[in-house]
C-alpha cells in the first residue's frame, strides 16, 4: 500500500461517513461522492475533494470503497452511466462494503476482473460504534491476491479482516451474521416485553441476562433503548429486513428451510410498512409491543433502583 493511498469513497450515509473520516484522518486522499449533499461538504471541510460521479471519485484511485444501502444502488454505481467501472484503473481495487446479495457481487466481480481491476466483497459488522472507532469485523470475499493488497487499507476500518474465500464469500457470512442478529433481536425484544409485562425492574434484568447464557450484543447495546423509547438509528430497520430479504432468497435457492429468519423479516416488514423503517432495528419492540397491547416502558419495576 502506498504511504499515502489515493481512495474513492463513495456513500457516505451512517456508515460510510465514519469510515471516510478513519482514512482521512489516517493521512490518505480521499475523493468522495454521494446521493446526498450534506456528508460530502463535512468531508470536504475535513480535507476530502468531492468528486462528480462515481467514474470520479474512482479515476486515479489505488482503492475505490463502495458503502451504499442495497444491490441495486452497487451495481448502479458500478456499472452504470458514469460509473466505477468507467474510472478505476486496471491494477486499482474495488471494495464494497455494503450488505448485498452475494450472487449480484459475483456478476459485479466478472465485470471489473475481465477489465483488470480487482473486486472484493467486504461487507462488515460492528454498527456505526464500530465504524468510528475502527473496529469493524469485515469479512471479504475476491481473489486471495486482491485481499493480501486490500488488508492495511481494511485494518484501519476493523479490528478483525478475515478472507473467507471466492467472489461473493463476504457476504454469504454476512447473512449467517444477520441470522443470528436477528434471532437474538428478537430474544432482546421478547424478554423485555415479558419482564416488563411480569413487573420486574428491567435494568435488573439486563444486568441478570448479560451476565450468563443469555448475553447478546443486541440486549446489552439495544436493550437499554428499548427501554428508554429510544429508536434513533444506528442500523436502519429498512437495511435488516433488506438483509433477511437476500438471506431467504438465498436460503430459497439451496432449498433450506430457515423458519426464524422468515418469522424476524415478516416482523421487519410489519415495522416498515407502518413507516418505520428508518428508526433503528431496535423498534422491532413495537411491533411485539403491539402484538401484545403492552408497552415495555410500562413496566411497573422500571424505576426501581437496586
Ligand atoms: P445509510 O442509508 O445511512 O447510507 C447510505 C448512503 O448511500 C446515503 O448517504 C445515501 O445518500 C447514499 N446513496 C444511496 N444510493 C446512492 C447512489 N446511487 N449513489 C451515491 N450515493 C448513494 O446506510 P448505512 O447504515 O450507512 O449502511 C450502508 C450499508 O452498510 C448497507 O448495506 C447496510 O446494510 C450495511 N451495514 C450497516 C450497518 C449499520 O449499523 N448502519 C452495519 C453493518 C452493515
Given amino acids: 500500500m502506498p504511504a499515502v493511498a489515493r481512495i474513492g469513497f463513495i456513500g457516505l450515509g451512517l456508515m460510510g461517513r465514519p469510515m471516510a473520516k478513519r482514512l482521512l484522518n489516517a493521512g490518505h486522499q480521499l475523493r468522495v ?23 470520479r471519485a474512482a479515476e486515479g484511485a489505488d482503492y475505490t470503497i463502495l458503502m451504499l444501502p442495497d444491490s441495486r444502488d452497487v ?15 486496471k491494477g486499482s481495487i474495488v471494495i464494497d462494503m455494503s450488505t448485498i ?38 469479512m471479504v470475499g475476491g481473489d486471495f491476491d486482491a485481499f493480501e493488497r486490500a488488508e492495511p487499507i481494511l485494518s484501519l476500518l476493523g479490528q478483525k479482516v478475515v478472507y473467507m474465500g471466492p467472489s461473493g464469500s463476504g457476504q454469504l ?3 449467517c451474521n444477520q441470522v443470528s442478529v436477528s434471532l437474538s433481536l428478537l430474544g432482546a425484544c421478547e424478554a423485555l416485553l415479558l419482564a416488563s409485562k411480569a413487573g420486574l425492574d428491567l435494568n435488573k434484568v439486563m444486568d441478570v441476562i448479560s451476565s450468563g447464557a443469555g448475553a447478546s450484543w443486541q440486549l446489552s447495546n439495544l436493550g437499554p433503548k ?3 423509547g429510544d429508536y434513533r438509528p444506528g442500523f436502519k430497520a429498512e437495511h435488516l429486513s433488506k438483509d433477511l430479504r437476500i438471506t431467504l432468497e438465498v436460503a430459497q435457492e439451496l432449498s433450506l428451510p430457515l423458519p426464524g429468519v422468515a418469522l424476524v423479516h415478516q416482523l421487519m416488514k410489519s415495522l416498515v ?4 423503517g428508518s428508526l433503528g432495528t431496535q423498534a422491532l419492540a413495537t411491533v411485539i409491543e403491539e ?16
Avoid: C, M, W
Avoid at 75 to 89: H, I, N, R, S
Fill in 273 to 276: 410498512a407502518r413507516g418505520r
Fill in 291 to 306: 402484538l401484545a397491547g403492552h408497552k415495555i416502558s410500562e413496566s411497573a419495576g422500571r424505576l426501581k433502583k437496586p
Fill in 173 to 175: 457470512t454476512k447473512l
Fill in 101 to 138: 446479495s452475494p450472487s449480484v457481487e459475483r456478476e459485479i466481480y466478472e465485470v471489473f476482473t475481465q477489465k483488470g481491476v480487482e473486486y472484493l466483497d467486504a461487507p462488515v459488522t460492528g454498527g456505526t460504534i464500530g465504524a468510528e472507532r475502527g473496529t469493524l469485523v469485515i
Fill in 33 to 55: 461522492f454521494n446521493r446526498s449533499k450534506p456528508p460530502v461538504d463535512e468531508l470536504v471541510r475535513l480535507g476530502a475533494e468531492e468528486a462528480s460521479s462515481p467514474q
Fill in 226 to 228: 428499548i427501554v428508554e
Fill in 75 to 89: 451495481k448502479d454505481v458500478a456499472l452504470g452511466e458514469k460509473g466505477v467501472l468507467q474510472g478505476a484503473p
